[in-house]
């Protein structure tokens, strides 16, 4: 959840909210005219496009380019671009995380395991149409895609609040983070159970029961939160300690909370009362 921080009686704002890609998805701008048709045509267009990239990518819908794929990857001699482009970033994270994020090895809703990249996909397309609404002059934005948060703010604008969820408590919060900029998303069990799988294994990951990461884009943000989240405790703190310009708050399987040495909230180093 995000709110705005500071005075801002003087700038207008207003929100959107659209079930897509399976969840919920809002935009929040604040600033001036945000009522008008042209803006308002902005943000639909913001929507089309990820109603677009779920025909596309989605698993569970065996029309889409993915689904039609049937665990398959994508070849790059005949995939569409945009499905290349993705596959390319996957390839990426798998490099980038020591095949803790790997697209090719992830349970399938047909069953069975298989290349499935839509790990990647929310937060890449997010990130991507938000293109589309960050050069609104003199707007701030806030994109919420499912708890994952991407923020743009200008210059002598306040920041905005984001809540950073109680996984064992949903609906309560155990930081609150006040941001200008970047991304913040969170992997867990709160809403989904333990979903997670630990593509080595095929096993789902149970040493944490949420992972926040702090970080410049979105994209990475969630490929690293989700990444993390098949390690041990001290394991992820160590990895995640190492990802430069990235911060990120723990909460192990005991409740026990940790973060890592820049974190920008309230840094915990205790389970809260319950």
């Not at 990518?57 to 398959?72: D, K, N, T, V, W």
């Not at 609040?161 to 200008?180: S, T």
């Not at 799988?197 to 992972?211: K, Q």
Request: glycine share 10%; with cysteine; aromatic share 6%.
């Amino acid at each position: 959840m995000s709110t705005p921080t500071g005075r801002t009686a003087e700038l207008d704002r207003r929100a959107w909210v659209v079930q897509v890609m399976g969840l919920p998805v809002s935009v929040h701008l604040r600033g001036p005219d945000v009522h008008d048709d042209a803006v308002a045509a902005r943000v639909e267009r913001f929507f089309t496009w990820l109603g677009s990239i779920d025909a596309t990518f989605s698993a569970y819908r065996p029309e889409s380019e993915i689904g039609e794929l049937a665990g398959r990857e994508p070849d790059p001699a005949t995939a569409s671009p945009l499905v290349r482009e993705v596959a390319e970033l996957c390839e990426l994270a798998r490099t980038r995380t020591g095949g803790r994020f790997d697209a090719r090895r992830l349970p399938l809703p047909t069953g069975g395991a298989g290349y499935d990249p839509s790990g990647l996909v929310k937060g890449w397309a997010v990130q991507r149409a938000a293109g589309w609404l960050a050069d609104l002059a003199g707007h701030d934005l806030c994109l919420n895609a499912g708890g994952d948060v991407l923020l743009r703010t200008g210059a002598d604008r306040p920041a905005w609040r984001v809540g950073i969820e109680d996984p064992d408590r949903p609906g309560h919060l155990l930081d609150v983070l006040d941001r200008r900029d970047g991304a913040v998303a969170t992997s867990g069990t709160a809403r989904r159970g333990a979903h997670i799988v630990d593509p080595r294994t095929g096993r789902p990951a149970t040493a944490l029961r949420s992972v926040t990461v702090v970080g410049p884009e979105l994209l990475w943000a969630d490929v690293y939160a989700t990444a993390a989240m098949t390690r041990d405790a001290d394991d992820a703190l160590t990895w995640l300690t190492g990802l430069a310009d990235h911060e990120a708050l723990l909460v192990t399987a005991d409740g026990r909370i940790r973060a890592t040495g820049h974190w920008p909230g309230t840094r915990p180093g205790s389970p809260p009362a319950r």
